[in-house]
C-alpha cells in the first residue's frame, strides 16, 4: 500500500475524511487547480538546474548563501508527482515530491519547496495556515533520512510573490521572491503515521474533526434539509418493488379485468385476440409481444381455475349460477 504525504496531511486535518476517503473511496470535493503556480514552480526548477552540481546559483549568491543544487541520481524521481522519494514504515510506503534539495560544503543536505503567491504584505510563515507548509518539509526531511542522506533540520522556502502595481500588464508578471529559513521537527512523523495505521484497520469511521470545514457543511446541510420541510407538506417516500411483486400484482389486476370484460359482454363471451388486447388496454399497458404472453398465461390460469371455458377461439365465462 502507498499512501502520499498529502494523504498523512489529510489525516492530521480530519480523521473522517481520511477514513472515508480511504476505506470507503469517497474524496473531498477537489479545487481548481493553481496553474499559475504550477508555471513559477517550473521557472524555478529551470534556475536552479542551471547551477546544479557545478556551483552556487547567482540567486543564493546574493543573500551571501553557499548553498549548491544537488545533483544526485534518484533526484528526478524524487521531483515527480506520484513517484517522489519513498519510505516504507511498517508495512506502507509513503511517498512525497520534493522541489528541491540543496547541499553545503560538508555534504549536509537541505530540503527546499518553492512557493508562489500574491498580496500586499512581506512573505512569512507566521499565518496559522501556514502549518501545513512546515509539515510539508519536515516530512520530505523524514523521507530522504530513509534514503541513508544526511538532512538538515533546517528547511528553505522560496517564496514568490506576485506583485501589483499601477504599471501596464505588457504581458509580464513581476515577482518579488524572499528566501526564508525553517527549522523542521520531524518528531511528530512517526506517531501521527501509527495513528493512521490505526484508522485504516479501524471497520468503524473514526469521529471528525472539530474544525473540519467539509464536515461541518454536511452537518449545517442535514440539518438544513430537516429544516426546509414544512409541517404540513408530507414527505413524499419513494418505495421501488421488487420485479416480481410488480409482476404478481399486474396479473391479479388483469384476472380481475379478464372476468370484469366477460361479464359485460352481452353473451358474456369474447374472442381471444380481442380479450387480450382489452384486457392490456385496461391496464394501461402497450400491445407488445410480452404484454401478450403474460395476459394469455392470466386466461389459462382462469381457465384451469374454472373460471373460463376456451371454446373455438372464444373464452367464455362459466356462470356462477
Not at 41 to 58: A, I, M, T, Y
Not at 81 to 106: C, P, Q, S, V
Request: net charge positive; charged share 30%.
Amino acid at each position: 500500500m502507498r499512501l502520499s504525504r498529502s494523504k498523512v496531511n489529510l489525516f492530521i486535518e480530519c480523521p473522517l475524511c481520511f477514513w472515508l476517503d480511504q476505506r470507503s473511496k469517497v474524496k473531498r470535493p477537489s479545487g481548481p487547480p493553481f496553474s499559475l503556480n504550477v508555471a513559477v514552480d517550473h521557472l524555478l526548477k529551470n534556475e536552479f538546474d542551471r547551477s546544479r552540481g557545478r556551483g552556487v546559483p547567482e540567486r543564493l549568491a546574493r543573500e551571501n548563501l553557499s548553498f549548491v543544487p544537488t545533483k544526485h541520481p534518484s533526484l528526478e524521481r524524487w521531483r515527480e508527482n506520484f513517484k517522489g522519494d519513498t519510505r516504507l514504515y511498517k508495512g506502507i510506503e509513503f511517498f512525497g515530491a520534493i522541489d528541491d534539495l540543496w547541499h553545503d560544503m560538508f555534504g549536509v543536505h537541505y530540503v527546499v519547496d518553492y512557493k508562489a503567491t500574491s498580496k500586499a504584505d512581506e512573505v512569512s510563515l507566521d499565518a496559522d495556515w501556514q502549518i501545513a507548509y512546515k509539515r510539508q518539509v519536515e516530512f520530505y526531511q523524514w523521507l530522504l533520512r530513509g534514503n541513508s542522506l544526511e538532512v538538515s533540520n533546517q528547511a528553505w522556502f522560496v517564496y514568490a510573490n506576485g506583485i501589483k502595481d499601477d504599471g501596464p500588464f505588457d504581458d509580464q508578471l513581476v515577482f518579488k521572491t524572499k528566501l526564508i529559513s525553517y527549522s523542521g521537527d520531524t518528531s511528530w512523523i512517526e506517531p501521527t503515521l501509527d495513528l493512521l495505521i490505526e484508522c485504516l484497520a479501524s471497520e468503524s469511521p473514526p469521529s471528525a474533526s472539530e474544525d473540519c470545514s467539509y464536515c461541518q457543511y454536511v452537518a449545517k446541510r442535514r440539518i438544513s434539509d430537516t429544516q426546509s420541510v414544512p409541517d404540513y407538506q408530507p414527505v413524499v417516500v419513494k418505495v421501488r418493488l421488487p420485479t416480481k411483486a410488480v409482476r404478481k400484482a399486474n396479473k391479479d389486476a388483469e384476472r380481475d379485468f379478464a372476468l370484469e370484460i366477460l361479464g359485460m359482454s352481452p353473451d358474456q363471451r369474447c374472442q381471444m385476440d380481442d380479450l387480450v388486447t382489452k384486457v392490456i388496454k385496461k391496464n394501461g399497458g402497450r400491445i407488445t409481444m410480452p404484454n401478450k404472453k403474460r395476459v394469455l398465461e392470466v386466461i389459462y390460469a382462469l381457465q384451469e381455475a374454472g373460471k373460463i371455458r376456451l371454446q373455438n377461439g372464444m373464452a367464455i365465462l362459466v356462470s356462477t349460477l
